[in-house]
């Protein structure tokens, strides 16, 4: 967080702040997110190479319908591109300050603070922490659009669902908690409900899928599951 509030570093609550945020990021957060991941690159090799082994097939997907889809079945759910550059990400949070600052409470204080500057010096040490509990939850939320830059080139697009589990949740946009297993790892995942396929708009047969089988099973394959789409190979030139 220094690298986010050093402009706030001369504010006489600033090191208390900072020990607070520390404290909530390291809490373990009991909120699930699931991630649709999907990208803007549909022949890639990097993608290829990273989840098929060059094998497989790519599936095009409309964007609107898949959104339509999430939204129709799950209660919170965003999007957005996948930022890479640090000092973007940065600004971001920077000026998400400066917006969170209008929204805190303060009982003991009168007035309104248009930025963390304008935060009264005195407040006290659970106003304190109920501002870090603030910034540490949008942080978070925030960051589930941020990569490293070295996977810039995914050109990432991605769908965030809230998970919304418990008796106490609407059955309509209750998740349903699964689990798979991944490299020896058990990871939680869950269903949306989809059994419109109209969101499929093309396959494209990865770069190593040379035989003839490739192009005509997952023909066969839509034919059988009635998806007109239309299918290609890759591009990508590859040679061994």
């Avoid at 109920?130 to 070295?150: G, P």
Wanted: charged share 25%; proline share 3%; glycine share 4%.
């Amino acid at each position: 967080m220094n690298d986010v509030l050093p402009q706030y570093s001369s504010l006489p609550f600033y090191s208390r702040l900072i020990q607070s945020l520390k404290e909530k990021f390291n809490q373990n957060s009991s909120q699930s997110y699931y991630i649709l991941s999907t990208s803007l690159e549909k022949d890639n090799l990097t993608l290829w190479s990273e989840f098929s082994d060059a094998m497989g097939y790519c599936l095009g997907i409309n964007l609107e319908k898949i959104r339509n889809s999430l939204t129709e079945n799950s209660k919170f759910v965003f999007e957005g591109h996948v930022i890479y550059n640090l000092s973007e990400q940065l600004e971001i949070l920077k000026n998400l300050l400066d917006e969170l600052a209008q929204s805190f409470e303060f009982p003991e204080k009168e007035g309104v603070y248009n930025s963390f500057n304008t935060i009264p010096h005195d407040i006290n040490e659970k106003t304190i922490d109920n501002i870090a509990s603030i910034i540490a939850v949008s942080c978070h939320f925030h960051a589930l659009f941020f990569k490293d830059s070295v996977f810039k080139s995914e050109n990432e697009y991605r769908f965030v669902i809230v998970g919304m589990h418990g008796s106490k949740v609407d059955e309509k946009f209750r998740n349903q908690r699964l689990f798979r297993t991944k490299d020896g790892v058990i990871i939680p995942f869950s269903k949306v409900d989809n059994s419109d396929n109209s969101y499929l708009e093309e396959i494209v047969i990865g770069p190593k899928n040379n035989s003839d089988l490739a192009e005509k099973g997952i023909a066969l394959f839509c034919e059988h599951l009635k998806i007109g789409v239309p299918v290609f190979k890759s591009k990508i030139p590859l040679r061994y």
